[in-house]
């Protein structure tokens, strides 16, 4: 039997968002998702979230988009001078830059990130059911040393994308080629043999009705209606069925 997790990435972006994860759970396969705290609509993600209490929530650290949850003066390397996190592709290179180089504080680093920890559970009342990453900021080795904090200090299971990235809990395969060109029924029908073979296996998605904010904000848009159609769909449900896959979530690992 293979152990199958599909997580929702982006919890809490807008309400386009919000309302397409809820709906991929509630009529789909989707069972796991993962809140972005400082996102505009992340407060009314948490109360709507209530009503579906086996929806599994965990969250998605975010150094790369939007404004951080702690003051940003008290963060200065991690926003630019409006008071917004740097963009991914900063990011990008400044993880290539040599340790004497890096314009990070990770202090600085630690102290949004535990911001942000604290602010999930004021929103939900629980610690999360696991952790990851916007645009896999916290698996950048110097950030991810910050955020591994947290797993060990909750003991909470988290994403791997990299093989250098340690955690407490056994290696999940990882995909995202749930994406873009390979949004479709067939890519798990026909394509998806090789998962078949793995003991536990990862998919990253993204469903969404999508919405001005995720139009403005998200090069990543449209995109997001397919996977939301895929995710709804009877023939997945008939898929999962006929090839005996478990359906979990990051919380199950524990009892596994």
Known sequence: MTRLIINAD?????EGVTLGILKAHRDGVLRSTTLMVGMPFAAQAAQMAKDYPDLHIGIHFTLTAGKPVSDPKEIPSLVDQDGYF???????KNKEKPMDQDELNYDEVYHELEAQFNRFIELNG??????????F??????????AKKFAYQYDLPVRYTHDYIESNYEKVEFSNRFYAQNVSIEYFTNDFDQMLKKDAFEIMSHP????QYVMTHSSYNVQRCKELDVLCDPRLK?????NNVEM?????????
């Open 248 to 256: 979990i979530t990051f919380g199950d690992l524990k009892k596994l």
């Open 238 to 242: 008939e898929w999962i069925k006929e």
């Open 137 to 146: 900021s916290s698996s950048y080795p110097r950030v991810h040393e910050q």
């Open 10 to 14: 982006d919890f809490g972006m807008s």
């Open 126 to 135: 629980r610690l999360p059911d696991h952790i990851d990453s916007h645009h």
């Open 86 to 92: 740097h963009s991914q592709d900063w990011h990008l």
């Open 208 to 211: 969404a009705f999508v919405d």
